[in-house]
């Protein structure tokens, strides 16, 4: 016979996979699922615990219990588009856009577009945003060469790799590193979140028929992603 916390527990996995209890629903307290089910306290709080260690709940100061936003998974088996991604999913995923115009290639940008320093470069500044809610920050640096006439407003109307294709550079594979890290200032201001909050960095160089087209330095909200990588 399953232990009562279990079935407490299974209880409300199970709200929470038919979406009965949809994300950042405050779950009741202890002591109401006390009553309701007529538990312990100290059972009670070992269900919540397990729930979330499993990523079903978090936990607010002085809030309660709340449904934790479903993490969103990215196979890394394959060139992805974030947008594309999100619109295969049935969400609504925005950008905003900070910064747009040419700059000299610094030495890193240099390295990884395999230009001079000192060459002509798009930086676009972005925040990307799913449901109205930021989960990225994005820089991206163009070789300013290989798109002559591009405007802020085409990547605001089209996004930027659907404007990269306008161009006949629209990227089709990608190398990235993924580093767990703890926020800078503008990081933190960008995303609204706190500064000890862990989130996924992400350094990008984008391929147009091998030749690099796109180098990103972006970060995203470490509680929205989880990564897929297949080996094969």
Known sequence: MAPLYQKLEEDIRRKIDSNEWKEDMKVPSELEFCEMYG??????????????????????????????????EQKMSKF???????????????????????IPANTEVAKNLSIKEGDSVYEVLRTRLVNDMVYAVEDSFIP????????????????????????????????????????????VRYLGIGSTDACMHIRRVAFSSGKPVEYCDSYTKGDMFSYTVELK
């Open 39 to 72: 538990l312990s306290r100290s059972t009670v709080r070992k269900a919540i615990d397990s729930l979330v260690l499993a990523g079903y709940l978090q936990r607010s100061k002085g809030k309660g219990t709340y449904v934790k936003e479903k993490k969103i």
């Open 144 to 187: 300013a060469a290989y798109a002559e006439g591009i405007t802020g407003e085409m990547i605001m109307n089209n996004g930027l790799y659907r404007t990269m294709r306008l161009f006949h550079i629209g990227p089709d594979s990608a190398t990235e590193k993924l580093t767990a890290v703890i926020p800078n200032e503008d990081v």
């Open 80 to 102: 992805y588009s974030f947008s594309e991604e999100f619109e295969k999913r049935g969400m609504v995923e925005t950008a905003k856009l900070h910064v747009f115009h040419i």
